[in-house]
């Protein structure tokens, strides 16, 4: 059987940690498709750039032709979805890109993906699978008393961001109950560690904290994050790739349920610790209460025992040891940090693959 996968967005956070560990443990051939959108970072793969089983296209899952060409030509045993419009707060301004890349971009993903699978040999049919990357947004806003997120909870989505995700997820549903696709979805809850950008909570109090900015917690700070560090995230789609029942759904999370103004005073007191400020002063000082998100959701918690129970996966990083990690990571990678905040990195491509005389399609 051929031993190669296709990730789709795997130049984002948690696309380009899973690629690098996926070829780090030797696991076999990754196309990587990406549309390099904002997002997208080819800087995020430069220590796999050249590997010999690592193949990086341009383009986009909308594409139904170029993934048919892609899909005959490598002939994966698998397809993992984490392509997608991640971020909330732009969806708030601007929903349409959510919609076509996460509904309208899924759908052609699995058209193609359908007509591939269909065309395989018994065998081959019956190893492959579609695993996509969902998010426990999809399941609204809990409570504070409430139970967490189980894989049974009602779809309640609050946002353009995850009401365009649990249509992608319906979609998936879909091909396994209509056409007998072998799916597995992933539901899970905030990641955090490297190359996460700096839009997102924790990298951008980092980021803003070093550069003597204010650090901006939106509403009173409350809010309840359930955070997962993005290496435990992909050893848990690495365990529902190898031995998830086909069909199912798996929460995956962290165990680590923390209000927004927690998170932000521990990075603080960190970063005092590590890099302290030149005033002598704690980064704290530079907390800014700022107007909340609009329908901002006020708890999420993911319940992972069934993915326990069933497939034996659980976080290794306790909160502590993963946001020192992210932290230290942030610090040594300054270049990094600054290259995508000047929105350098986007010229770095073309750039790049000048230098080499390679055209990006
Ligand atoms: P990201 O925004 O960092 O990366 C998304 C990647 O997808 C980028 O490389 C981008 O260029 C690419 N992309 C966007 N539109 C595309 C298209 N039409 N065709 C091909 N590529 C396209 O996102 P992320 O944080 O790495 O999230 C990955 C997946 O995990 C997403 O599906 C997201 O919904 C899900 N998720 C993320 C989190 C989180 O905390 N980051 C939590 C739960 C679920
Ligand atoms: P974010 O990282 O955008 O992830 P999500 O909205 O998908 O959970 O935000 C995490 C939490 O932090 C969320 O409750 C919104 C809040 N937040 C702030 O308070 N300030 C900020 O500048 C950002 C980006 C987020």
């Not at 929460?251 to 400020?277: F, H, M, Q, Y």
Request: hydrophobic share 35%; charged share 20%.
């Amino acid at each position: 059987m051929n031993n190669c996968i296709i990730v789709t967005g795997g130049a984002g956070f948690i696309g380009s940690n899973f690629v690098n560990s996926w070829l780090k443990l030797g696991l076999g051939k990754v196309v990587n498709l990406d549309k390099l959108t904002y997002a997208g970072n080819l800087a995020n793969l430069v220590d796999v750039e050249h590997h010999p089983e690592y193949v990086f296209v341009h383009g986009d899952i909308a594409d139904q032709d170029l993934l048919a060409e892609l899909l005959t030509e490598h002939q994966p045993n698998a397809v993992v979805n984490f392509a997608a419009e991640s971020h909330v707060d732009r969806s708030i301004h601007g929903p349409e890109d959510f919609i076509q890349t996460n509904v309208v971009g899924t759908f052609h993903l699995l058209q193609a993906v359908r007509a591939y699978w269909s065309n395989l040999t018994t065998e081959h049919k019956q190893s492959f699978r579609f695993l996509h990357v969902s998010t426990d947004e999809v399941y609204g806003s809990l409570g504070k008393a409430d139970a967490a997120f189980t894989e049974t909870q009602p779809y309640a989505p609050n946002s353009p961001y995850s009401a365009s995700k649990a249509a992608s997820d319906h979609l998936v549903r879909a091909y396994h109950h209509t056409y007998g696709l072998p799916t597995l979805t992933t539901n899970c809850s905030n990641n955090y560690g490297p190359y996460h950008f700096p839009e997102k909570l924790i990298p951008l109090v980092i980021h803003n904290a070093l550069a003597g900015k204010p650090l901006p917690i939106y509403g009173n700070g409350q809010q309840i994050r359930d955070w997962l560090y993005v290496e435990d995230h992909c050893a848990a789609i690495r365990t529902v790739l190898a031995a998830g029942r086909v069909g199912e759904v798996y929460n995956v999370g962290g165990w680590n349920e923390k209000p927004n103004i927690e998170v932000v005073k521990t990075l603080c007191r960190i970063l005092d610790a590590k890099s302290p400020r030149n005033d002598g002063k704690p980064y704290a000082d530079q907390i800014a209460f700022v107007e909340d998100r609009p329908g901002h959701d006020q708890r999420y918690a993911i319940d992972a025992t069934k993915i326990a129970n069933e497939l034996g996966w659980k976080p290794k990083e306790t909160f502590e040891s993963g946001i020192e990690k992210t932290v230290n990571w942030y610090l040594e990678n300054q270049d990094w940090v600054n290259n995508v905040s000047s929105g350098e990195y986007l010229n770095w491509v073309q750039t790049h693959y000048s230098e080499r005389g390679e055209e990006l399609a």
